[in-house]
């Protein structure tokens, strides 16, 4: 391409001439010249062009610019600016700043309250004037009388030593020893901070109850800290710890232990002399094993060895009488003890072990477990005994070897959650289990009453309990009476007729029945299925058999027929052996799936003399409760009588002076008595799917009440002034009744902190409010109130 024109239009088209002028005037440089601004950017003017050739012509040739005729300036040159000043986030901070962070403000509100909080302020050291809070400040040293009586809340008898110090969430590396100067702190709490070690000094705070020190780089303890008379909560989780000193038995007031997510491989001996603890928690370690006197914490409530290398535990684990929850999941464990003596135990977390069975004594010895965990093991079969288990909430055996469920667990009212996924069970169709619990129950159930009426030979084979199984399930063979220092004769035969000629006509043989009509009846009934194959707490045959039975209708078995039906109506039916000894042990009286629509009086005499806490009798056919209840008035704290026909509550309920806890939901009540009301001791009250149609008003008066569940009635309306009076209601439930207005004023009642509306026709609050929770519930309606 050839340029025409002058050289301007050529240095216009290298854009030359406006760069050059932009950066100098009469005394700029030569565009050739290596101190040129265009070398600057360029290097060469040259590079200014990509259409340039590579090498650098000679700029001679070209025609002298004329003078622009933009005015030409000096460029300003750019100075950096001082930020001097600046203080960056991330730097080494000076003790100065750190004593900057403890302002006057804090200084004088911890003086006045005893607490100390400066967590989360990024110190690196913690501030002296500290160690020194205790003493008076020269502004009150020099103060007279006249004044501090002026000021009065700074003089220095309104003043509390500190006793409540968080320094956690900071960079602390290690305290000084002046911290023996605090020797009023009760809690110290040094958590998420970077500490190696501690002084010996802090031994010297002897009236120390609560240390924290979790998330550091802890890997031992000074031993004078093991002095600490006071000290009843140590926390040193999260840390480098390889093993626990031996001496930590010397804390003899410690009641709860948290050394989890250390590098601890051996528990020393000796750490049985801390009976007063009541919480040992040791997950993600790495034992191996128990210390022999780990079962001489009598006083011990949780125990936590989660995520460790346990093979076993020890089998006199049962000592630990308290023991309510255990978790051991994520160990190598193959085989579980038989827990004798852990009678309190409601929760075993055992998933992810090497489990392949449940022994059959754990279900005898276990009458409070709640939930049981075997998820990810190796169990290829459940017991019947599983039944024994009656308070069992929530069973998982998920991923396990088991292709049969026993039908015995249809006998577990309480029973709300079975988890069976990842079994290969035949027995069951593939789409009942996926139904979920109540369907697989229910299936279990069928199967248990049809194999019941083809007879105990069929029932054995099939693998059901037949009538000498349901015998043992109950609680034992007659020949056990040797193992129950309580036990009392128990006669094969118990016809009226029989029972006074008992040792003559069966000590010598093992006949069972005589040839009376009642035993011949029994003896037809038996062979037939009659008796019950379900886990019953009664060995004697359900009367109705008696009434319906009309091939023996001749005078002479009515008679005796009648006789027997009296006698036992009148008197009681004779419980098992066993089953005073269960009474005796676990306090408990649990009669479910029984379809009883009454108890003999007998029954709770009995009760009364083994001090029975806990009746339930739930899942039956009661239209009432049972007049017996009264022998227990003065013992009973838990009462259970769900899944009923109770239509009407005696009055009697009044004289239970020491209840805390009742159940009577799944009835038919459309009332509750006035005299409920005086239940002072009622905490619980569960009176759901019923149909109420309002808050029973005797409901009011119980001030102790705290968890109200009323769901699923018929209730139109909310009396706000009544529930006002119930000072320490914190739950109520009102899910799927017919309220259709919510009272603005609900929203002041602010001891609530649970409330259930969802399921009712009303319009306010919005469905949208009530999935956001309490809190927004009670916000809306208290900004609906008219001023």
């Known amino acids: 391409m050839i340029y025409e024109g002058n050289g301007n239009d050529i240095l216009g088209t290298f854009n030359l001439s406006r760069e050059c002028n932009g950066f100098g005037g009469d005394d700029a440089l030569a565009p050739d010249s290596p101190g040129h601004p265009c070398f600057t950017h360029f290097g060469c003017p040259c590079d200014m062009n990509d259409n340039s050739p590579h090498e650098c012509m000679p700029h001679t040739h070209m025609k002298a610019p004329q003078a622009s005729r933009i005015p030409r300036t000096r460029p300003r040159v750019a100075t950096r600016p001082n930020l001097s000043f600046l203080n960056p986030v991330f730097h080494e901070r000076s003790q100065a700043e750190d004593d900057g962070v403890l302002s006057q403000q804090l200084w004088k509100l911890a003086r006045k309250t005893g607490t100390l909080n400066l967590s989360n302020k990024g110190l690196a050291r913690v501030p002296e004037r500290i160690y020194d809070i205790n003493e008076a400040d020269a502004d009150s040293q020099a103060a007279n009388l ?82 600490l008379p006071e000290l009843r909560h140590l926390n040193i989780s999260y840390n480098e710890f390889s093993e626990l000193d031996p001496d930590i038995s010397d804390l003899h007031m410690l009641e709860f232990l948290d050394a989890g997510h250390n590098n601890i491989q051996i528990i020393p001996g000796g750490i049985g002399f801390l009976v007063r603890l009541t919480a040992l928690l040791l997950p993600f370690n790495h034992i191996k094993e128990l210390p022999p006197d ?155 009453q049809a194999k019941a009426r083809e007879g105990g030979a069929d029932n054995a084979t099939a693998g059901a309990p037949g009538p000498d199984e349901a015998l043992r399930l109950r609680g034992g063979q007659a020949n056990e009476a040797r193992n129950y220092p309580d036990k009392q004769q128990h006669y094969p035969c118990q016809c009226v007729q029989c029972r006074s000629h008992y040792q003559q006509q069966f000590q010598s043989s093992q006949q069972r029945f005589c040839n009376c009509p009642q035993c011949m009846y029994r003896q037809q009934q038996e062979a037939s299925g009659y008796y019950r194959t379900v886990t019953n707490q009664y060995a004697q045959p359900d009367l109705a058999h008696y009434r319906t039975y009309n091939a023996y209708q001749n005078s002479s078995f009515a008679s005796y027929q009648q006789q027997e039906t009296d006698e036992q109506t009148d008197a009681s039916l004779e419980v098992h052996p ?210």
Not at 185 to 213: F, Q, S, Y
Not at 340 to 347: A, C, K, M
Not at 352 to 374: M, T
Request: net charge negative; with cysteine.
């Open 146 to 227: 006249e004044q501090l009586s002026i000021k009065e809340e700074d003089a220095w008898w309104n003043q509390v030593p500190l006793n409540n110090l968080d320094l956690s969430s900071n960079a602390l590396t290690h305290i000084s020893p002046k911290i023996e100067n605090l020797q009023s702190l009760t809690v110290l709490i040094l958590h998420d901070n970077a500490l190696v070690t501690l002084p010996p000094e802090m031994a010297k705070l002897e009236k120390l109850v609560r240390l924290n020190l979790s998330h550091n780089k802890l890997s031992d303890l000074p031993r004078e800290l093991y002095s």
């Open 294 to 448: 780990l079962v001489s914490m009598r006083s011990l409530q949780k125990l936590d060895l989660m995520q460790n290398d346990l093979i076993y535990l020890p089998d006199d684990i049962g000592l630990l009488r308290k023991l309510q929850c255990l978790y051991i999941q994520h160990n190598d464990i193959k085989m579980l003890p038989d827990f004798e003596g852990s009678e309190e135990l409601q929760e075993l977390h055992a998933s992810n072990n090497f489990i392949e069975s449940v022994p059959k004594a754990l279900c005898a010895n276990l009458p409070h477990l709640k939930i049981f965990d075997l998820r990810d093991n190796k169990i290829s079969i459940l017991p019947d005994e599983i039944c024994l288990l009656r308070n069992l909430h929530r069973l998982d055996v998920s991923n396990n070897s088991i292709n049969t469920l026993p039908v015995t667990l249809s006998a577990l009212a309480h029973l709300i959650s079975l988890q069976v996924d990842g079994n290969p069970i035949k027995t069951i169709r593939r789409d009942i289990l996926q139904c979920g619990t109540t369907r697989i129950l229910k299936t279990l159930q069928e199967r248990a």
């Open 578 to 787: 066993r089953w005073v000894y269960k009474l005796r042990q676990s306090r408990t009286l649990a009669v479910n799936l029984e379809e009883l629509t009454d108890v003999p009086e007998s029954v709770f005499q009995m009760a009364r003399e083994e001090n029975v806490h806990v009746v339930d009798f739930a899942r039956n056919q009661l239209g009432t409760l049972p007049a017996g209840l009264q022998h227990l008035c003065h013992l009973v704290t838990e009462l259970v009588l769900g899944h009923n026909l109770i239509s009407h509550i005696p009055p009697f309920i009044s004289q239970f002076t020491r209840i805390t806890f009742i159940d009577l939901s799944n009835n038919l009540l459309k009332d509750l008595p006035s005299e409920i009301g005086v239940l002072n001791t009622l905490r619980e009250l569960n009176i759901a799917n019923n149909r109420l149609e309002f808050l029973p008003n005797g409901l009011y008066e119980l001030q102790s009440l705290e968890v109200l569940i009323a769901s699923d009635n018929h209730i139109k309306a909310l009396n706000v002034s009544g529930l006002g009076a119930m000072r320490r209601l914190a739950t109520l439930d009102l899910r799927n009744n017919d309220i259709d207005f919510v009272p603005p004023i609900l929203g002041n009642l602010t001891n609530i902190t649970r409330l259930e509306l969802v399921g009712n026709p009303f319009r306010q609050p919005r469905h949208q409010i009530l999935a956001k929770g309490t809190e927004a519930i009670m916000s809306y309606l208290r900004d609906r109130i008219p001023i």
